[in-house]
């Protein structure tokens, strides 16, 4: 069924169906809905009854792709766990929508005897996700291919360099630089210079390419032009090294 008339909780749900959400309870063996607000007619397009009166409505508008949240559903049930599922739903007019859905499992006895949730509609969010992602892996595409070194560092210790910057400090792998304290790659002549910079930088300022020395991970010296700008990396802020080598000793 879909609203239950309950004596003086009308006002109740007149709240309820006005949150930019679906509030819904179901049954914990068929995973049929028993109720369901009314916000699932403006997010789906479907109406609170067709939710209810079919037995399969959940499964059949959800994506082909992502149906295996109803088996994880059915066994996080059994276990008798709360749980939250992320999928694609098909709405009424054929788009394709993200769901966020965190469903209570209610105990009696040791056994499930009924589920309600909260579904949420997700897409914007997750396409602004995608989109991160999506400039993040042509930013790192693009930093790979540089022909100078760049590093990127937050709270003072490197999260991501490029293969030029490997090559200058002498390192085989990434995986050897990152984590490293920005300082301990700095001669100690000029650590205090580095400081300096970094204050700057934290508080929005680009730097302007300096000499530098600095160390390489055999602890041999050497100098460089460094500059320093302020990013966002991995939706944190973050400072942006660019180096170019200028000689060897």
Not at 45 to 74: K, L, M, N
Not at 97 to 116: A, I, K, Q, T, Y
Request: glycine share 6%; net charge negative.
């Amino acid at each position: 069924m879909s609203d239950i008339a309950v004596p003086g909780t009308s006002s109740l749900y007149e709240v309820v169906d006005s949150i930019p959400a679906v509030l819904w309870t179901a049954d914990p063996v068929s995973l049929t809905f028993t109720w369901i607000s009314r916000g699932v007619e403006t997010i789906l397009g479907y109406s609170a009854e067709q939710w209810c009166e079919s037995r399969d409505f959940w499964r059949d508008h959800i994506h082909p792709d992502d149906r295996h949240v109803v088996t994880r559903c059915r066994e996080e049930t059994a276990a008798a766990r709360d749980h939250e599922l992320v999928y694609r739903m098909i709405a009424s007019d054929g788009r394709i929508l993200w769901v966020r859905d965190s469903v209570h499992v209610h105990v009696e006895d040791g056994r499930p005897v009924n589920l309600s949730g909260i579904m949420l509609d997700i897409t914007k969010e997750f396409a602004a996700h995608e989109a991160l992602a999506q400039s993040e892996e042509n930013y790192r595409r693009l930093v790979d291919a540089a022909p100078d070194a760049i590093g990127v560092h937050t709270k003072g210790h490197f999260v991501y360099v490029n293969p030029k910057f490997v090559e200058l400090f002498g390192a085989k792998h990434a995986a050897d630089l990152i984590g490293h304290d920005v300082l301990t790659l700095v001669h100690p002549d000029f650590r205090e210079v580095v400081r300096s910079r970094q204050v700057q930088v934290a508080v929005g300022n680009n730097v302007p390419m300096t000499h530098e020395k600095l160390i390489r991970v055999d602890g041999t010296a050497f100098e460089a032009e460094v500059m320093a700008i302020p990013v966002v990396f991995n939706g944190a802020k973050a400072v942006q090294v660019i180096l170019r080598g200028l000689s060897r000793e």
